[in-house]
Structure formats: C-alpha cells, structure tokens
C-alpha cells in the first residue's frame, strides 16, 4: 500500500480489515491527502486467493469517508474492523477524533454502512472523555465474561458479553483501554468504572507499547492483540542503522473472571514453540539485599516463567502507611524498601554494570493491606549514551490467597512481562551494549530491608529465533494454512 494518490499522497496510515460474507474482505485505511487531510479510503485484495493478500486495489470511490463538520482535517484517523449489527442490517465503523470546543476531549465517531462505499455518521459519538486529547487508533471490540475464549467482532451484546473499548492517546502516547456495556440502538458504550474510564485509567502495557490493534481469530477462537514497540534512541542512530520500531510478539486477550474488572495478557502459543533447553529450578531463598546468579547459560533469548512469596512472619512490624509508591518517579530496584523490590535482573553483564530489572514492589500499610506493584527499570539497561531510560510500571491485581507470578520473555535488546497471568504488562526497548551474546546472563535480587523472599518455582527456557523468511504457501490449503502457519513476529535476533 504505497502513497500513490492524491487521496494518500502524503500517508498510507492504520486501517483495519473487515471479512465480509462469502469470504469477501474490505480494507479500510486513512490517507492523508495532497493538502494534509485525513480521510479514508477503501481497498481490496487484488487476489483474494492469495494466502499472503500481497497485493491491493485501491477503490475509484476513494476517499469514501472525509472529515464531518466540527471535526479537524487532521484529526480523523484509524477506522476499526467494521461490526455487523442485525437490527440495522449494517455494518458499523469507529473512527477516533477529539473535539477541543469540550475541553480537549477525545471522541470515537460511528458510522453506517450495507456496501462499504456509502457511509451514514451517526448522531452523537460512541464515547468521549474530557482532556484525552486525540484518539488514535480506536479499537472497539467484545469480550466473554463467563468462558475462557475470544469472541468475533460482529458477536452483540447480551448477557456474558462486555464490550472493551481502546483508544492511543497522541498526547502521551499510550494506549489506554476501559471495560463496559455497549448499546447499538442508542449507539453508546458507558464504562462499568467512569474511574477507569478511557485514557484516565487501564492500560494495556505500561511500557514501550502503542498504536495497538486486535483481531479475532476464528479457527482458534481467540482475540490478538499487536502493538507497536517505539525506539528509545536518537533519530540519529535510527538512521544509521537504517531502520526504527518494531512489532511486540501477538498476545491472546481476555476477560479477567476472577478480578471481573480488567483484561489478561498473555503471547500466543505458537511462542511456546520457539522453546529449546530448559531449566527447572525453584525453592530459591532470597535473603534481604541479596543478589543471585541463575546458571541458565546464554541469556539473551529467554522464557521465563516463576512464581514468588514473601515471609511476611520475617517482617512483622513492616508497614509503610505514609509511603505512596510509584514506579515511575521511584529511584527504580536500586531504591529499598521494607518489602521490596524483587525480582529479576535481565540482559545484565557478569559485573551489572548493565541489567534491566524486572520486579515486585510490595507495600503494607498501617491497617494490614497490601498493595503490589509491578516495575521494569531500565535505567541501567546500558551504558550507551543519546538513550532515554526509564522505570516503567504500575499497579497489579493480587487477590487474596494468590503468590506473585511472572513471566518474562527476554529477546537481544525486547523485555515484555506479564505480572499475575498478564493482569499488568511491560515492555522495554533496551540498548545493551555489553550484555549481548555470550555475555549476558540472568539474576535473582532482594533488594528488600525487612522480608526474605522464596522463588517457589522458577523455569527458563532457551529460546530459537523464528526465522521469518519468504517462502512459498501457494499450494498450501486454506486450513493448513492458519493452523500450522499462523503469523507472528517471532526474535529480532537484533
């Protein structure tokens, strides 16, 4: 899809595809025209019988859809897959924008169509909430509250159906997400939390990850999720080396049924098939300010699973009833507390002059809560210069009687984790420079003052790069196709 239009001369933006009946698929996508306003436009497969859709045509209707009255030229941008409503005997598409006249809100439009040509806005918007900003990549999908699977987009709302909407924030460049109850005749989503409402509350990752977008996979019934991993080096380095961001591996999501207020991430199961070597170990004391090599040997293609619990009858009197904890503004897994951090320390050198750290914060107050955070600091991740280095973070979801679970996968220069079965998830874009290859090994710290910490059970797995190279699928059957060839982006083996 190359800007070769005058309806996309200056951009061929997001879009996504919607599979029509009879197998038919429709490409909507925004193009920024010869004057800079957003629009968008329609496409098709050129051979729909192509496994790859390697090629596309762009429809003579184009642009399809232009900025309605009110709305700025250059704010109308990324359409979503299209959902089917029977009462209208239509299609609907979202469409994030922002309306500055309401304080700086962001706002999904909606809009009707039976042939993806002609388009109806519909009365009102879908959401909004004051002092977004821009929405950027809306995503607008369900979920099953009561069952363990994924649900097609078209899938209306009823009982055991909530809806998640998602938009990325242009101002802060995150992407945020809100759980709630969708009503197509009013055509209205109202979040179940107005406190974790869109962009003042959840996130699907508390790192480097944005521009995200979902599919349903029908064959294994599941919801993927991609995002986008941004560099945190100079524009500089980026054009050295020729190249800038990449994509996160492809997770599942779902409803949460045991907290009942958030989604669970967690990669897909073909990520599973890249394991090699594995190491079990676990029952691993870890005294208060402890730091313990792994010998897992090379430790720069890890999976690592690993289950923690704290001896709180060692720290009896440990209460921090005036301390509000946050990763971001923390000193990071240098700084002590009475119950934490601990954790991990990744793509670290034998002498941690380089490590990123991976960790649980734990604290108790006055009256005997807990509250549990879950941090990745970067700021020692390499000791390049022209780097911005972070610690990332956020509260995570412990019910009670639950241990701290984590898994890290670990990839040359990429850390995604996913805390307590992916209620909470980071990832880091890091740039180490001598805890490469061989060099890099792996860690288990207590940087606690008050509290031994047990690693119950810990596995690690080797992990081989994917390989991705071209190759020939056109004899391949349809079934065989997504069943044994199902894509993903697989190890940088940067």
Request: one cysteine or more.
């Amino acid at each position: 899809m190359v800007p070769d239009r005058w309806y996309d001369a200056n951009g061929v933006w997001t879009g996504s595809a919607t599979l029509l009946p009879h197998g038919r698929l429709a490409m909507l996508y925004t193009g920024s025209t010869v004057e800079s306003v957003q629009v968008q436009n329609l496409a098709f497969p050129a051979d729909p019988d192509d496994p790859l859709l390697l090629h596309w045509v762009k429809a003579e209707s184009n642009p399809v859809v232009v900025p309605p009255p009110g709305v700025g030229a250059k704010d109308f941008r990324d359409p979503t897959t299209a959902w089917y409503v029977a009462a209208e005997g239509a299609w609907l598409v979202a469409i994030g924008s922002k309306n500055d006249t309401l304080r700086h809100a962001g706002i999904v439009l909606i809009y009707k169509t039976v042939d993806f040509i002609q388009y109806e806005l519909l009365p009102g918007v879908l959401h909004t909430v004051e002092g977004t900003g821009m929405w950027e990549c809306v995503d607008f999908f369900p979920v099953a509250t009561e069952v363990a699977t994924g649900l097609d987009t078209s899938e209306p709302a009823g009982p055991g159906v909530k809806h998640v909407l998602k938009a990325s924030l242009d101002d802060d460049k995150h992407d945020y997400y809100a759980i709630g109850t969708y009503n197509a005749a009013q055509n209205a989503w109202q979040p179940d939390e107005p406190e974790k409402d869109v962009g003042v509350g959840l996130r699907y990752d508390y790192g480097k990850f944005y521009a995200s977008k979902t599919f349903f996979d029908p064959l294994k019934k599941r919801r993927v999720l991609w995002g986008w991993i941004g560099e945190t080096d100079s524009e500089r380095t980026d054009l050295t080396k020729g190249w800038a961001s990449l994509q996160a591996l492809p997770r599942t999501v779902l409803f949460d049924q045991k907290t009942g207020n958030n989604l669970l991430q967690w990669p897909v199961d073909e990520v599973d098939k890249l394991r090699l070597t594995q190491n079990n170990l676990g029952n691993i004391s870890l005294a208060a300010g402890s730091v313990l090599p792994l010998d897992v040997g090379t430790a720069t293609q890890l999976d690592i699973i690993a289950e923690f619990a704290l001896n709180y009858s060692s720290s009896a009197n440990a209460t921090e009833a005036d301390v509000e904890y946050n990763c971001s503004t923390s000193g990071g897994a240098a700084s002590r507390g009475m119950l934490g951090p601990f954790g991990f320390l990744v793509l670290a050198d034998q002498n941690r002059s380089e490590q990123t750290a991976v960790y649980f914060y734990v604290a108790r107050r006055a009256d005997g809560s807990i509250s549990t955070h879950f941090c990745q600091d970067e700021l020692r991740s390499s000791v390049a210069s022209d780097l911005v280095k972070r610690v990332y973070g956020s509260i995570v979801p412990v019910l009670d009687a639950e241990t701290l679970t984590v898994r890290i996968v670990v990839d040359h220069s990429i850390v995604e984790s996913f805390a307590q079965g992916g209620r909470t998830c980071v990832t880091s874009r890091v740039y180490p420079t001598r805890a490469i290859y061989g060099a890099a090994r792996l860690f288990l710290f207590n940087n606690a003052t008050s509290v031994d910490v047990t690693c119950k059970s810990l596995t690690v797995w080797q992990m081989n790069s994917a390989f991705i190279r071209p190759f020939d699928i056109r004899h391949v059957s349809f079934s065989t196709k997504f069943e044994h060839a199902s894509v993903f982006s697989g190890f940088k083996n940067s």
